[in-house]
């Protein structure tokens, strides 16, 4: 035990002045005459022995009095499990991801029991410590260390942020900001989410350093949050029909019933669904998107999932206005099944050339290239079309009756390409369902087709990956990668070799062609940690840079490659919402950015786990408090040690108190 204020224990001299004063009776006596007195002297020998032990018991107590109040202005305390030294580096780690407005108290978030655990530990260290506030962010005034008042400020300005950060990032900050071979004292406050915290191992922590683990205990809740959501036909066409699928996770231990989710665009809402949702499951809902507007829709699927709010809400971008640019190269003036196909002008953009007067440069823009029924294709075109496809174009091949072998393997870069002409047409195979080129094509996968037929003119041996085969196990339609995409007809699209373009069967595969070719590189939402989005744009404004308007305005690093512009996105800045990409005065496109799915999973990790996995070493402490309460009285106990002078005061007024009573009923 010690004391805060041992001069106070010279007045432990005053202990004396109660014995003095029972010891020696400075009362004067006074002589009484009797005629006998051998009663009254049977009386004093009787009582005497009880007024000494009366006197004795009062001593007790004064002395006793006299002592704890002697104590009590001496401040005794038992010393402190960790002793503060002054000059030290603290680093104060706080945990300011949207986990921590999860609650761990009945109206306590998690985020405002973390800053006043904050404000405990900088009040219990000396005037001349520095400290480093480290958040989420990684802000600017994470860079050096700060002094206790600048710091109380920072951490009054302490907000929620849709970052995440593992263990060895922050680790990594702190080590970048002073070196790793200070000696420092760090505390990690957080709810140590299982799926952020990434991986654990023991040489994240320097034997120089000592890292304290503060857990917060959040509420075992029920968190609904949307996993995925996508368009059933991801070719969205303003005003015709789509379906949009939304994928439900329960990440709590109890179900939900009835959970009635919203869906709105432009601020209007669209429609509704009432989901129930298993423990630890997840249930997909969908919507009917019949839209009658034209350009970026926004669309915001909602619910109410209280307390844990903040994934309440999903983006998603839908653009009706884009057409998918379509060129036909062909031989013949007459118009082609193609030009039937693509001739929809709502949602094609259709341009025709004959093979002796093509504008090579309008390649570069179209999302499709056809080339139609060719006899010969010469050196110019091939090399204009071989650029289109290596720089990631879409090329489809169909062939005319008397094709140029050569001219068409140098195109199509198939040495082993023959031309041979069938005398009998085969009928096509029923379409393999579990081809990704035919997904979401058909609502009724039937055997019972009426399917085809054709003659092939041209030949390039066995496809077992091919999109459509005959009967005779054959390729009829294949694909190929090189670079971009090449689709390749074994027929010409002609009667005398094919029904094929008078089938239910051309029209969706034809579609499914031209969607697969678009280069735009449009999806309806992003993550926000994801780094990279790529744009299409017909022109740009000068050198002007695209702008990223939403919640606030972002210049990204760009660069352009023909029609395309690479944005690399800054992560660390951008809050999750609507964000129109702006060149000078136009928008040219709308983005959805939404947060990380890993940051609605609230299973925690324990603080005792972390330890072990850290090698469990006598340089990592753990803090077991489960309130702000019980934290500052850990705290002390652990820096201040255990005041006593309470305990010393009551037990003063306790044994005034007995004196008081002795005084007033021992007799």
């Not at 952020?196 to 191992?201: E, P, R």
């Not at 041996?461 to 074994?490: C, E, H, I, W, Y």
Request: aromatic share 10%; no cysteine.
């Amino acid at each position: 035990m010690s004391f805060v204020y041992p001069t106070f224990l010279w007045a432990l001299a005053a202990l004396s002045v109660p014995i003095i004063v029972h010891l020696f009776n400075f009362r004067k006596t006074q002589k009484i005459f009797f005629s006998s007195t051998r009663f009254l002297k049977q009386v004093q020998e009787a009582t005497s022995a009880k007024r000494r032990l009366k006197h004795y018991l009062i001593l007790a107590s004064r002395l006793l009095f006299l002592l704890f109040l002697v104590l009590a202005f001496a401040q005794p305390f038992l010393p402190a499990e960790e002793q503060v030294s002054a000059q030290q580096q603290v680093v104060i780690v706080l945990d300011n991801s949207l986990s921590m407005s999860a609650p761990v108290g009945e109206k306590t978030r998690a985020l405002d029991a973390g800053i006043a655990m904050a404000n405990q530990l900088v009040e219990i260290f000396p005037q001349d410590t520095r400290f480093q506030l480290i958040t989420n962010d990684f802000a600017p005034f994470s860079n050096s260390f700060k002094t206790k008042p600048e710091l109380i400020d920072l951490l009054a300005q302490v907000r929620l942020s849709p970052l995440s950060r593992t263990l060895r990032e922050v680790k990594e900050k702190i080590d970048n900001t002073s070196g790793s071979a200070i000696q420092k004292e760090i505390f990690w406050i957080s709810d140590f989410q299982k799926s952020t915290l990434g991986a654990v191992q023991s040489d994240l922590v320097d034997s120089l350093q000592r890292l304290h683990l503060i857990p917060l205990t959040t509420q075992t809740l029920a968190n609904i949050f949307v996993d995925t959501a996508y368009l059933e036909n991801p070719f969205v066409v303003g005003g015709e029909k789509n379906t949009l699928r939304v994928k439900l996770r329960n990440d709590g231990n109890r179900s939900i019933e009835q959970l009635l989710t919203k869906l709105s665009i432009n601020g209007v809402q669209s429609g509704t669904s009432s989901v129930s949702i298993p423990a630890r499951g997840s249930v997909t809902t969908s919507f009917d998107i019949v839209s009658s507007t034209r350009g970026n829709s926004q669309a915001v699927i909602s619910f109410n999932d209280f307390p844990v709010s903040f994934d309440n809400e999903f983006y998603l971008a839908l653009n009706f206005s884009e057409k998918v640019k379509v060129i036909e190269v062909k031989q013949s003036t007459a118009p082609s099944p193609v030009e039937k196909v693509f001739g929809n002008q709502d949602v094609f953009t259709f341009r025709s050339y004959n093979s002796g007067n093509i504008n090579y440069s309008a390649f570069q823009e179209s999302d499709l290239v056809v080339v139609n029924g060719l006899d010969r294709i010469d050196a110019a075109l091939i090399q204009a079309l071989r650029g289109y496809v290596t720089a990631g174009g879409t090329l489809v091949v169909i062939p005319s009756s008397m094709p140029d072998v050569s001219a068409y393997r140098n195109l199509l870069a198939l040495p082993n390409l023959l031309v041979m002409i069938e005398a009998e047409a085969v009928e096509l195979e029923t379409p393999d369902y579990a081809n990704p080129f035919f997904e979401n094509i058909f609502e009724e996968r039937s055997n019972r087709l009426i399917l085809p037929k054709a003659r092939r003119v041209l030949d390039w041996g066995m496809d077992r990956t091919a999109v459509l085969k005959l009967k005779n196990d054959k390729p009829f339609l294949s694909q190929f990668a090189q670079g971009g995409k090449v689709f390749l007809f074994a027929s010409p699209l002609q009667a005398e070799f094919t029904d094929f373009n008078a089938n239910f069967l051309f029209l969706p595969v034809m579609y499914r062609v031209a969607t697969s070719g678009k280069k735009a590189d449009w999806r309806p939402y992003y993550k926000l940690t994801e780094t990279v989005i790529t744009m299409r744009v017909d022109s740009l404004p000068g050198e002007e840079p695209i702008r990223l308007a939403g919640q606030q305005e972002i210049i990204p690093t760009q660069r352009k490659l023909t029609d395309r512009v690479i944005l690399e996105l800054p992560r660390f800045s951008m809050q999750a919402g609507f964000y129109s990409a702006i060149a000078g005065k136009d928008t040219t496109g709308l983005f959805a950015f939404n947060l990380d799915s890993r940051e609605s999973l609230l299973e925690q990790v324990s603080a005792t786990e972390i330890k072990q996995l850290l090698g469990g070493g006598d340089n990592i402490t753990l803090f077991e408090a489960t309130s702000t309460e019980t934290f500052t009285n850990e705290i002390k106990t652990r820096y201040l040690g255990t005041p006593l002078w309470k305990y010393a005061l009551m037990l003063a007024l306790f044994f005034l108190l007995v004196e008081v009573m002795l005084i007033r009923f021992l007799k």
